[in-house]
């Protein structure tokens, strides 16, 4: 994937999450995942995005 197609990519993601609306953007974005993860259909590879996907200690909001 190129730079302007991941950009496309990102951009399209950004607006449909907009339109979506902030209470059903982590609806969406597991529904993404999981037709990603579908798509990608090799087990391990999933599993070490799931991994790499994780954000840092100081990034997660405080219960």
Do not use: F, N
């Amino acid at each position: 994937m190129t730079d302007s197609e991941l950009d496309l990519v990102y951009t399209t993601l950004c607006k449909t999450l907009t339109a979506e609306g902030e209470a059903q953007a982590p609806l969406y974005l597991a529904r993404l995942a999981l037709l990603c993860v579908t798509e990608l259909g090799d087990t391990q590879q999933a599993l070490s995005l799931i991994e790499a996907a994780k954000l840092p200690a100081s990034s997660a909001v405080a219960a």
